[in-house]
């Protein structure tokens, strides 16, 4: 791990490795854009990076050209809002907007995640209820396309690019800057943990929750416990706000925190999890987005399946959204006003299955998923076929085929999305692209 990051030819999945042939580290986007035109007179295959945090050989470029985006790190503050670098972290963008009591609406649960990557990837978290996703929340973008040349896209200008790079996993351009969208800071947040029987019950109080204008941040988990599988739901209120308590909960929480601190949540478990040689094993995430209707069913019929040995020191993410506040075409969600975010967050560490068998149930799970019209969050690591993939891009049809003409004529980005050739049901050997 270098810089709070990985080598260019590793991830955070561990899984894949694909060595580039080189590695850059430009300062601007003239320096992005001239690497750009020279990938292109060689014919390298580029792929964008910015810690790679993705788990499945995204951010990689096989005997190609990786471009990181950490010398684009600069932000300032600007009129209400933070202008970013591609390469800064939501952790640099949070630190400089708080003096100024503003904060980004949305926040992915681990802070040193690059605004470019998650821009790239959809950007959930708790507030994603109230605010839609990350990529709903930017103004106005930077970009340096497939053929060199830097534009400046929003929904005003050049809306195409605007939507094509949004969620586009770079498969349109690299991000070099971003306007961010800052809302004012709360004061304290405070906490609330509730405890469910089963996921019928936590998704029920969830769905209670949704609309409720004093919750400011909803999320939830699915955990081991000496019981079996517990399910908690976690949500913030003002701190002068009455806690909480939808439904019928059988345990109850509470604590209060600075919105900073409360930000920085992970940071505990990342320092435990390093300590124990568990941040640095192969993490074969599957991220789903479930329709609501059938959300709960979907988890109770997996966790019956599950064992403690699918997950290894790993947690479950289970939390709604609303689809009508995600406006980013490039993001696949389920077609029902409510989406549940539910991601199978493994490590495979010595006591879990094999990396081989987790991906294998990964791919399962994601095709009793698209069967009920839930769809993936593609930074996860589920063996894709071709076909797989233009079913993923279907909904946005033609653009696609637009997009591309105008936007990566040489067909040189995103090299790193992979496609098993064969059986998908049998890929995931741990191995080189
Ligand atoms: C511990 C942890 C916690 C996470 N928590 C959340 C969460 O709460 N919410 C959430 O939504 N996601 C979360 N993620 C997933 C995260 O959004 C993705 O992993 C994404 O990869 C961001 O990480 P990164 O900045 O390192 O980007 P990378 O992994 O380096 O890149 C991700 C993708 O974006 C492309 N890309 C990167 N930078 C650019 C750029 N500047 N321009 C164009 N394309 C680019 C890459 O080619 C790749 O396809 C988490 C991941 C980890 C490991």
């Known amino acids: 791990m270098t810089d709070l990051g990985y080598a260019p030819h590793d991830d955070f999945g561990h899984i894949v490795q694909s060595p580039p042939r080189e590695t850059l580290r430009p300062a601007d986007a003239a320096g992005v854009a001239a690497a750009i035109r020279d990938a292109v007179r060689r014919g390298l295959r580029v792929a964008a990076r910015g810690l790679g945090h993705s788990q499945y050989g995204q951010a990689q470029a096989p005997d ?3 471009i990181e985006t950490r010398a684009m790190r600069q932000v300032r503050i600007s009129g209400g809002a933070a202008i970013a670098g591609g390469g800064a972290t939501w952790r640099e963008v949070l ?25 790239s990837a959809g950007g959930f978290g708790g507030q994603t209820s ?6 709903d929340n930017v103004d106005e973008l930077e970009v340096v396309i497939g053929d060199g040349r830097i534009v400046r896209c929003s929904a005003r200008q050049e809306p195409e690019l605007f939507h094509a790079v949004r969620a586009g996993l770079g498969r349109f351009g690299v991000i070099t800057e971003a306007r961010l969208r800052l809302v004012p800071a709360p004061g304290l947040v405070r906490e ?8 019928y019950a936590l998704v029920a109080a969830q769905l209670e929750l949704l609309h409720e204008p004093r919750v400011t941040y909803l999320e939830g988990q699915v955990m081991w416990t000496e019981r079996g599988w517990g399910y908690e739901l976690e949500a913030t209120t003002g701190d002068e706000d009455p806690p909480p308590a939808p ?7 509470t604590e209060a925190w600075t919105p900073y601190g409360f930000a920085d949540r992970m940071a505990p478990d990342v320092a435990q999890l390093t300590e124990l040689g568990a941040w640095d094993a192969p993490h074969p995430w599957l991220t789903l987005l479930l329709p609501g209707s059938t959300a709960a069913g979907f988890v109770a019929a997996t966790m019956a399946e599950m064992g403690p040995e699918d997950l290894g020191i790993g947690v479950i993410l289970l939390y709604p959204v609303r ?4 406006a980013v075409p490039q993001l696949r969600l389920p077609h029902e006003p409510v989406a549940f975010m539910f991601a199978v967050l493994r490590t495979a560490t010595p006591e879990a299955r094999t990396v081989t068998d987790l991906l294998a149930a990964n791919r399962i799970l994601y095709e009793r998923a698209r069967a009920i019209g839930g769809t993936r969050y593609p930074v996860d690591a589920v063996p894709f076929t071709a076909a797989d993939q233009a079913s ?10 637009a997009w591309r003409n105008a936007f990566d004529p040489a067909g040189i980005l995103a090299p790193g999305l992979r496609q098993e050739t064969g059986d998908p049901g049998q890929a995931g050997r741990p191995t080189s692209a």
């Open 95 to 119: 630190e400089a907007a708080l003096p100024h009591g503003l904060v980004p609406p949305v926040l992915t649960d681990y802070l040193d995640l690059t605004v470019g990557g998650t821009l």
């Open 64 to 66: 190609g050209l990786v």
């Open 392 to 401: 993923h891009d279907r909904p946005v049809g033609p653009r696609m085929t």
């Open 323 to 326: 689809t009508a506040l995600i």
């Open 130 to 135: 109230r605010y839609g996703t990350q990529a």
């Open 247 to 253: 439904g019928r909960p059988s345990g109850t929480v």
């Open 192 to 199: 609330h943990t509730l405890g469910y029987p089963d996921p």
